[in-house]
């Protein structure tokens, strides 16, 4: 059943259109938050909780707009056609919608995981946004990489059983030009784009304030977030203990995030920022 404050939306980005669904603020806000997608099968994972956090973070006055990046979900053309250059041109597509078509006039970004990294990497190189969430975000991108093609070579050890040769499946996926990671075909430019980010090699230059939540099973933030957060302009790293809800199937609650994510905003409401000052 659709809801009265709910819209499905079409919005260009070069010559593909991106596929999005708004839900307008419980009042008349004209503030607004973009969210950004995990990768791959991560996405498919933390869909019901980005939803209901889109729903939660509405109902706290907040304009939400989530959108399927080019070649994702109901967005047109194939995954394995595009990187996450495109896909962050897409995040910057889906801002100027927002400003320009939409009214917002504060406008924020929230990612998950590599949604949350080229998140902050397409902010930093625009003045689109104003503020910025990022729940656990990929730090490093080779190691990230890395874990991924772990699990594509267990899951070629169990196809070919007896027969499996490691030295040449590792040797086969690093020249491959496509790679399946869980159904999804990965093309060697996206892998070597992954595989260059490195948000503490290279601390995001975006000036305006930050949240950046380390969601695991610990009370204290890890130590790379902690040194991310003291390496960007305003930011502030807390702790969420809730599982990896983007690498678990079934329902998990979105309660969590969204109240430490609503709680900093109300926070930055309360101290009357306005635009040129976040």
């Not at 909780?49 to 729903?55: D, G, N, Q, T, Y």
């Not at 656990?136 to 040769?165: C, H, W």
């Not at 302009?233 to 609503?262: C, D, Y």
Request: proline fraction near 4%.
């Amino acid at each position: 059943m659709s809801h009265p404050r709910e819209s499905i939306l079409q919005i260009p980005s070069d010559d593909a259109l991106l596929h999005a669904v708004y839900r307008r603020a419980a009042y008349q806000s004209a503030s607004g938050i973009i969210f950004c997608d995990p990768f791959a099968e991560e996405k498919k994972c933390a869909h019901r909780v980005l939803v209901e956090a889109a729903r939660a973070l509405a109902d706290a006055d907040l304009n939400c707009l989530r959108f399927d990046y080019r070649g994702c979900g109901d967005s047109s053309g194939e995954f394995h056609d595009f990187t996450p250059d495109e896909w962050r041109e897409d995040i910057l597509a889906t801002a100027r919608y927002m400003r320009d078509e939409l009214g917002i006039t504060i406008l924020g970004v929230l990612g998950l995981r590599l949604g949350a990294t080229m998140a902050i990497l397409a902010a930093q190189s625009t003045e689109l946004f104003d503020f910025a969430v990022l729940w656990e975000p990929v730090i490093n991108g080779e190691q990230y990489m890395k874990m991924n093609l772990r699990r594509s070579l267990i899951k070629a050890m169990m196809t070919e059983g007896d027969g499996f040769d490691g030295n040449g499946v590792r040797s086969r996926h690093a020249d491959a030009r496509m790679l399946d990671f869980d159904g999804y075909r990965v093309s060697q430019e996206t892998r070597e784009q992954i595989g260059r980010m490195d948000l503490l090699q290279a601390s995001p230059h975006f000036a305006g304030p930050v949240l950046l939540l380390n969601i695991s099973s610990r009370e204290q933030v890890a130590s790379q977030f902690s040194e991310l957060a003291q390496a960007m302009t305003h930011a502030r790293a807390e702790a969420v203990v809730q599982e990896p809800f983007w690498n678990r199937s079934g329902i998990v609650s979105s309660q969590p995030v969204a109240t430490a994510t609503a709680l900093w905003l109300a926070e930055l409401q309360a101290n009357a920022l306005q635009p040129s000052e976040l």
